[in-house]
Structure formats: C-alpha cells, structure tokens
C-alpha cells in the first residue's frame, strides 16, 4: 500500500506542481471518500485520516461507540479495545480508532487518483482564471489550434484556450493552425462549464495598446491618447495629445520616416491610419478630424441635452475627400469627435444661408446689411449651376459670406443655449435637494419597467425625472416603450410623490430654577490725598479730618459728623473752607489732564466739605463719594 500511494502521490506532485497545501487538502477529502465506499460507512460518522508524506503511509480512524458485544464492526468496539486507546472510557463512550481496511491500498490508491485529478482541474482552472483577469484589457500571444467558420482557437499560457469569434478578427486576414498571433483580451469569464476567455483583434483598444508597446512616449505618459475611431481592416484614426510643452505628440507616435506606425499597420493587415493632434477648441479638433481632407470652415450648434451638430464646409473639390468612401471619413471623424457632423460645399452652404436670411426673422438686420452681397452670391450661384467656373475672387467672396452668417447664427444658437441652461439651473434649484439624492429605481410607486427605461434615457435619480418633467413632459413620449399610459403614470408619481417626514420625539427640557443673585460693587479702599498747591499757604489750625478708615465705615449710609468745637472763631473756620476748596481744585485738575495724579479709571473718589449752619450756630463735617461723574452724599 505504502508503495503504490507513494508513487501516485510523487506523480501528481511532480507533473502539476501545485501547491502543497492544495495537494493535501485533495488527499484527505479523497482518502475519507474511498474509506467510506470501501466500508460501506455512513456520511454521519466521523473519519479522519492521517498520511505521512516521509513514509508514504495511510491511516484511517473512525468513530466508534464503547459496548460489551460487537454487532457492527463499522461503528462499535469492545470497551477491553477502546481501553487501549483511551483508559478513562466508558461503555457509551464514542473513540476514535483505526479502522484501515485490509485491501484499502489498492482502493484508496485508485480512488485517491481520480479524486486529486479533480481537485487539481479544479486548482489550475482558479489558477487560470486569476493569471488572465489580471489580463484583462492586455495583449496577450497565442497559437492557433483550430479554425472554423464562426471562430478560431488560441492556446494561451498555463495550458488556457482562448476562442476569436468572427465579429472580433480583422476581415481581411486568415489564419492558419500553428500561427502565433496577437491578440486582445476583451472579456475573461468563470462559467460552470469552464474558463472563458474572449480574444479580440478588431477591438479598438488593441490598436491603443499597440501604440503604447510601439511609442515610448505613450507608454511613459508623456504623450496621451485622447481618442480612438476604428473600422478594422479599413482605416483608424487616433487623437493624441502632449503632457509636456516642446513634445510632437504627432511625430512621436508616427516615428522617424514612420517606422513606428508602419510596424502598427502591418500588424493590422495594412490598416490605415490618421494621427492627429487633439485641440480643447472643438472647431478646431473637428477640422482636424476630417483629414486628409481641407476645410473652410466649422459651425458649432449645442443642440439640446448631448445633441450636438457641427456644419464643416469644404472647398468643391474636398468635397469627396472628406466625405470618404461610402462616408468612412466623415463616420470615423464622429466616432473621435463625438460630434454629428454635417459636411456641404461651399456652394451648398451659400444657398442654405440664402434661404435662411430670407427665412429667419431673428437674421432681418443682418439680410439688409448683405442686401447687395446676397444678389452677389446668388448670381455666381447660378454662373456655377450653368457649368461656368468661379475664379478664386468669387469663391473667396462666397466663403466670406457663409463665414459671416454661420457664424452669427452660431453667436445667437449660443446666447439661446446659455439661456436655456440658466432656465434649467434656475429649475433644478426649485425641486428638493433629496431628490437628486434618491436613485430612480428606490421610487416605490413607479413600476420596474418604467424604472429601466427612464434609467437607460439618462435619468438615473428621481430628480433628473422631476427636471425633465418640468422642463418638456412631452420629451417623457419619445422613450422607446412608453406610451400615453405609462406617460400619465409617471407624471402621476411625480405629481403626488412625497418624501417621508422623519418624526422625532419631543425631548422634555427641564426649567432650571431661576435664582437671583445680587451683584454688590465692592468698596475699593484707596486714601484720600490732599493736595495743596505751593502758593497756599499752610494754615496754622487746619480742621479735623477723618481717618481712611473712619471714612470707609461711612460707606454705607449718610452719616452726619458730630459738630466740631463751637469755641473756634470764624477766621480758622474760613481757613478750612480754603482747604477744602483747595483740595476739590486740585481733583479737578487731575481729571482735566493737569499735572497730579492720574486719575485711575474705574475707581470711586472720596472727599469732604465742612459746612457751618447759622440757625444752629454749629460747624459740621460732611463726607462725600464719587461715582462716574455724580457725586453722592453719604
């Protein structure tokens, strides 16, 4: 047994070199397979099996029940067995014991086998299909295996076939078995009947991706390609542009003496193609796209939502040049612009703007400014009708003419352009934000089909609905598959549709208790200074002043001072009048900026006056405090 596991086990490792922990994985669930088929056991019983890769070397354990009498070998064991494996058991008690099988070597070998190989399709298929997502959207080389009618097989790396339909082979080229060829990988896919993956040589990225493996400057960023039009097999045209001032991104992709692109065309079968420089000015990119073809002249006109048409006029004899054969030149320059473009002569443009000064109302002035060029123009009109040929001063005079009308018709389809957007601006502001926040298919009231089509013309929000309906609801009639009723439906759902209210509950807040507090002022003590000026001179008995501190126990109610001596003659009352004169003097002067103290912003000032009474005959001391500039008699 040990021999012939170990030789299947060495085979499948050494041919398919998968990993180790796959490997294993397929031998244990496959070795646990043929125990159970070999033995007859049931799914609900537990198996294990332990493999020694060193010994190449199988066992296999099952779950048995603990009994005294044995009546199925697959599922009991005698407890005097079971004590072997496990001393502590118990009759009921469930063990594991080795239950490998006599002949399991050859069974286990054969079973093993097919149920690895299974496990290892299935490992190189995620293998394949990891390596090749990673491809998508690449080049990738391959050998022909087989062709038919509809289409051809590619053998790719990690032994991973790739199919070509028809539709995706350059139209001109055949292939042969054992061909190695080029080709793109469009789309990778993991089905259940196998890998998928779909080669294509007519996709227009794999033109893209010859570029950047051809053109250094593409590959490293400094040249852009902007755009890619294609027909394979025919022609191609490519748009690029330079990231870095001084570079021809033309030059560059063409090479010197065009050794770069001729490696690309004739990987393409000798598909032509057209480098051209890519211009923000959609005039002048649109000229430029018509190549090889010369133009006189480009007419935009921004038609509404993503409808837009530019009139380019050629010369006569670039007439057929720009159209192309079967229109291929003038398709493939619509496909890069994404522009409708319309091309006329310069004949044919004459005439349209003819029939349009006479037409248009808008254009009256402009008509009678070009009154005399009009007649002008329609004479050499029909001098060319009868087969006559314009000299170059005729033909001149024409292109001027359509030059100054298509572009003043190009001037007023531009302010009515911008004033219809400034109207749809001004809308889109009118309907509510969440609106455009709400995808079309959320809207619960409009049905799934009606969701789909309104979502593939463009409307993806509930608000682009709403917009469009309020700018043209007849637009809402043009949608392929809906009809006046399904018309009525949605603007039904716009109509009544409401946004649901979000109700919270109310939050109880609690009134604190209003509590009053009292501010008190706090009394500054600050001394009460006396200034006498050097020409008054000190009197020799000088009244009874109060301390600071008495007078800040006076601070809270008018008090009046007990009279001073009655026996004091009037000559030293006099005297304490100039002093108290003197001293309010002086805190005048203080206030009014004149030398003494600065006066402290903020702070109370105190005083005194000393006044005498005739009635009574007494002297009394009065205190005073100032407060901002009102003084208050305590």
């Not at 060829?181 to 080669?199: N, T």
């Not at 294509?200 to 950047?212: M, P, Q, T, Y």
């Not at 402009?366 to 005399?372: G, R, V």
């Not at 003590?525 to 007078?551: C, G, H, R």
Request: glycine content about 6%; proline content about 4%; charged content about 35%.
């Amino acid at each position: 047994m040990k021999s012939e596991f170990a030789l299947a086990f060495n085979e499948i490792l050494e041919d398919k070199g998968l990993p180790r922990d796959v490997i294993m994985g397929a031998i244990n669930s496959a070795m646990v397979s043929a125990y159970r088929k070999s033995v007859g056991a049931s799914t609900a019983q537990e198996v294990r099996v332990d493999i020694d890769l060193d010994k190449g070397s199988v066992a296999v354990y099952a779950e048995k029940e603990v009994t005294d009498e044995i009546f199925d070998q697959r599922t009991e064991v005698l407890l005097e067995d079971a004590r072997k494996v496990d001393p502590n058991c118990q009759l009921g008690d469930l063990v594991m014991m080795e239950s490998t099988p006599d002949n399991f070597g050859r069974i286990a070998a054969q079973t093993a086998r097919q149920a690895i190989q299974q496990k290892i399709r299935d490992a190189e298929r995620a293998q394949q299909y990891e390596f090749f997502k990673k491809q998508e959207g690449e080049i990738v080389s391959g050998i022909v295996q087989a062709v038919n009618s509809r289409q051809a097989t590619i053998g790719l790396d990690l032994k991973a076939e790739g199919s070509m339909q028809r539709k995706d082979m350059i139209p001109s080229e055949r292939f042969r078995i054992h061909d190695r060829i080029r080709s793109y990988v469009a789309e990778v896919k993991d089905l259940p009947k196998g890998l998928q993956i779909v080669l294509s040589r007519a996709h227009r990225n794999f033109l893209r991706r010859l570029l950047e493996n051809e053109v250094p400057e593409i590959y490293h960023g400094i040249v852009e390609i902007r755009s890619i039009a294609r027909e394979p097999g025919q022609r191609a045209k490519v748009a690029v542009s330079a990231t870095q001032q001084g570079i021809d991104p033309v030059g560059a992709c063409v090479g010197q003496r065009g050794v770069r692109i001729q490696a690309i065309v004739r990987e393409l079968h000798d598909e032509k193609i057209d480098v051209i420089e890519w211009n923000p000015d959609a005039a002048i990119y649109i000229s430029k796209a018509i190549s090889p073809a010369r133009v006189s002249g480009v007419y935009l006109n921004h038609g509404k939502g993503d409808d837009k048409t530019a009139m380019v006029v050629v010369p006569e004899d670039q007439l057929s040049l720009a159209i192309g054969r079967e229109g291929q030149n003038a398709r493939l320059a619509a496909k890069l612009t994404g522009w409708r473009i319309d091309i006329m002569s310069v004949s044919e443009a004459a005439s349209k703007a003819l029939a349009q000064l006479r037409k248009d109302p808008s254009l009256a002035k402009l008509a009678a400014e070009e009154a005399d060029t009009m007649a002008r123009v329609e004479a050499l009109l029909q001098q060319k009708d009868e087969g006559r040929v314009l000299n170059l001063d005729d033909s001149n005079l024409i292109a001027r003419f359509v030059d100054r009308v298509e572009k003043r018709g190009e001037a007023d389809r531009k302010v009515e352009e911008d004033a219809r957007q400034a109207e749809i601006r001004k809308m889109r502001e009118s309907i509510d934000p969440r609106a455009f926040q709400l995808s079309i298919f959320d809207v619960p009231t409009l049905k799934e089909h009606l969701q789909v089509l309104l979502q593939s013309a463009g409307m993806d929000t509930f608000g682009d609905l709403v917009l469009r309906v309020k700018l043209d609801s007849d637009s809402i009639l043009a949608i392929d598959g809906i009809g006046p009723k399904s018309h009525e439906e949605i603007l039904e759902v716009v109509r009544s549709y409401q946004f649901p209210v979000i109700e919270t509950e109310p939050v109880e807040v609690e009134t604190p208790e209003v509590v009053t507090v009292v501010e008190v002022e706090p009394v500054v003590e600050e001394p009460v200074e006396i200034v006498v000026p050097e020409t008054v001179e000190e009197p020799e008995t000088v009244a009874e002043v109060l301390e600071p501190e008495e007078i800040e126990e006076t601070a809270t109610a008018e008090k009046t001072v007990e009279p001073v001596a009655e026996d004091k003659s009037f000559e030293e009352l006099f005297q304490m009048d100039t002093l108290r004169r003197t001293s309010e003097t002086s805190e005048e002067e203080d206030e009014n900026g004149l030398p003494g103290d600065k006066k402290k912003k903020g702070k109370k000032r105190k005083g005194y006056t000393v006044e005498y009474d005739p009635d009574r005959d007494a002297t009394y001391v009065k205190h005073k405090h100032r407060n901002d500039d009102d003084w208050g008699e305590w």
